[in-house]
């Protein structure tokens, strides 16, 4: 079964309420890139009249969580992902609709492919970035996701 943007929607609306609650939608996936958009509504946003952080960072962990999963399941082996640290950085008010975009799909499937042929974990960082309507970056985020083969019980 291939990942698309319809069945990561419905993974959302069932494993990760939070996520289709405020909004969050996948657009776009293919072997080494991932859109997911989020638009500023009541349910999502801060004191401040802007998106909270937090809705921000959902729908850019989407963005590489998806190629993760996505490159996974290619593997067709028994690979744990985990997020081990992250950051962001924060460059304007995020008003309106605001696309997430990681194109660092090849960099996960390296990741694999070395984990699968070592049988040690790997990590790897992965970026996503978040543009508003008018082409301007309001959010950076960077997260740290580490692989490795599972141990039959």
Not at 83 to 111: H, M, P, Q, W
Request: with cysteine.
């Amino acid at each position: 079964m291939k990942i698309s943007p319809r069945k990561l929607n419905l993974f959302l609306m069932f494993k990760l309420p939070a996520a289709f609650f405020t909004g969050v939608r996948t657009k776009y996936i293919d072997d080494n890139k991932c859109i997911v958009t989020v638009k500023h509504r009541w349910i999502n946003q801060n004191p401040f009249n802007s998106m909270f952080w937090a809705v921000q960072g959902i729908a850019a962990e989407l963005t590489t969580g998806a190629l993760v999963m996505q490159k996974i399941k290619q593997s067709e082996k028994s690979i744990s992902m985990l997020v081990a640290s992250n950051n962001a950085t924060f460059f304007k008010k995020a008003t309106g609709r605001i696309t997430f975009t990681c194109d660092e799909g090849y960099l996960i499937g390296a990741a694999i492919k070395n984990t699968i042929k070592t049988g040690e974990g790997q990590t790897v960082w992965m970026h996503s970035k978040g543009i508003n309507e008018d082409g301007i970056e309001v959010s950076h985020f960077n997260f740290e996701w580490t692989i490795k083969l599972k141990t039959p019980n």
